[in-house]
C-alpha cells in the first residue's frame, strides 16, 4: 500500500521554479514530522527541508532562500516550492514521513538543464 505519493516533478530551465507535492494518508500526516530528501546520481540521499505538525521548518544551506516547505492539513499534503533552480539541483526527489514511523515516497525526478 503506497502511503505517500509525490508529484511534480519534470524538466525545468536554470533560473526556473517547480512545485513539488507529497499527499499521504491522515494518519501519516498528522502523526509525524514530513520532509523533503533528494538523491543525485553517484551520491548519497540527503535532507532538502522538513516541516514539523507546528509549522517549524529546517533547511539545508544549499537551498535556504530558494526553497519553501509547507503543508496543508485540509489536503494531508505537503510541498516543496523551489525557485532560482540550478543545474545542482537535478536529483530524484524523495518524501519522508518520520516520528510515529518512518515512511518514503517513490521518489520525483527533476531535472534542471538547459
Known amino acids: 500500500q503506497v502511503q505517500l505519493v509525490e508529484s511534480g516533478g519534470g524538466l525545468v530551465q536554470p533560473g526556473g521554479s517547480l512545485r513539488l507535492s507529497c499527499a499521504a494518508s491522515?494518519?501519516?500526516?498528522?502523526?509525524?514530522?514530513m520532509g523533503w530528501y533528494r538523491q543525485a546520481p553517484g551520491k548519497q540521499r540527503e535532507l532538502v527541508a522538513t516541516?514539523?505538525?507546528?509549522?517549524?521548518?529546517t533547511y539545508a544551506d544549499s537551498v535556504k532562500g530558494r526553497f519553501t516547505i509547507s503543508r496543508d492539513s485540509n489536503k494531508n499534503t505537503v510541498y516543496l516550492q523551489m525557485s532560482s533552480l540550478k543545474p545542482e539541483d537535478t536529483a530524484a526527489y524523495y518524501c519522508?514521513?518520520?516520528?510515529?514511523?518512518?515512511?518514503w515516497g517513490q521518489g520525483t525526478q527533476v531535472t534542471v538543464s538547459s
Open positions: 491522515r494518519t501519516i500526516f498528522n502523526d509525524n514530522v
Open positions: 519522508k514521513a518520520f516520528g510515529a514511523g518512518v515512511y
Open positions: 516541516i514539523t505538525r507546528g509549522g517549524f521548518t
